[in-house]
């Protein structure tokens, strides 16, 4: 099977398959517990925590472990309605549901969603005019969109956010591991998941500002100096450190570009074989890993099309992970400006750090044969 599918779980890298393995044996205590094997538990978390935080750039201090981005996500929008029960928040459209429909159920009625222009990238203009009339309690808009792969203005939000005393929450889950994550830590909350770039799975962060108490989701233990109560998943954080430094690694000497040129050229080459076919977004900076194209109109056409892939041996969705059993259109495409029609032909097409050039042509040469071998009855469709 060829996976396509990796902006919803990208398989375990093999560094940190190593590193999880290893810190089982090396690590068997409790991070709490007062002997020795515990104070070495404890340490590891410590160092796995600067090390993350360099790559960040923030303060260890200002870093918790959590189960994974939507634990991230929840626990900023509690943290923030706790503190602001009747403030309203500024959310991005194009948000995952992680902070949408949080965002909804913590602040019934005072959501006020950022548009995004036709591009799928959020309105910075339109921020900035509602910035300078209210004052919400938090702005959340995403670094990388999990359908489209377009990649949002984070620095000048933070920096917008800033400029009017507005806390700013990125959900950084698919922009980790794939762009470098420097600068992210000036952002008062982040959210990562380790699952998204080769880590294990039920594994992620959450970075927070460092003054003022971070009201804890869950509660119990005073683990994580009481930020979030559990003992921590010793081995799945060095796990997901180990795949981080790779990813980062890959990064530094240049393979982000080498990607991106196998993206395009798979891009370039699919719209000139089949006819009808149409790329999203395809002028904006989007992440290396991820192409959303429109299909052909064929009837029950998103489903169909990931079976029959599905069939000839390549994992690829419909758009997100989460939605994908939802008849509802994706809200992603809609915010951009698709009617619901356009946007129910969606699929997406992910890709790993370890995806190769041939399986890229594998997949084109798949999609054409498929479309050139769908049913007449259904062409006519078209
Ligand atoms: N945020 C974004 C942008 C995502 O893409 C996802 C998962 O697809 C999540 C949050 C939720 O991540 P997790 O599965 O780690 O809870």
Redesign the pocket.
Known sequence: MIYLDH???SPLLPAARAAWLEAVDAFPGNPSSPHRLGARADTALEQARQRLASHLGCSPFDLVWT???????TTVLRHVAEHRPAATVCVSAI?????IDCARAAFPGRVTLIPVDHSGSVDLPWLQSHLSLQRPALVAV?A???ETGVLQPWADVQRLAATHGVPYFC????WCGRLPSAGLGACDFV?G????FGGP??V?FLKVPRAGKLQPLLRGGSQQDGRRAGTENVAGVLALLAALDWCEAQLASGGAARRLAARSRFETELLGAVAGLSVNAPAADRLWNTVSVLMPAVADCRQRWVVKLDKAGFAVSTG???ASGSAEPSPVLTAMGLSADAAGRALRFSAGWLTTDAEWAALRAAVVRIHAEWEPADRRLS
Do not use: F, I, L, Y
């Open positions: 902006n919803a779980a189960s994974g981005a939507t634990e991230s996500c948000e995952h549901p992680a902070v995403m990388a969109n999990n959900d950084a889950t698919q959210a998941s380790a699952h998204k799975r039920g992620g997100s992970a989460c």
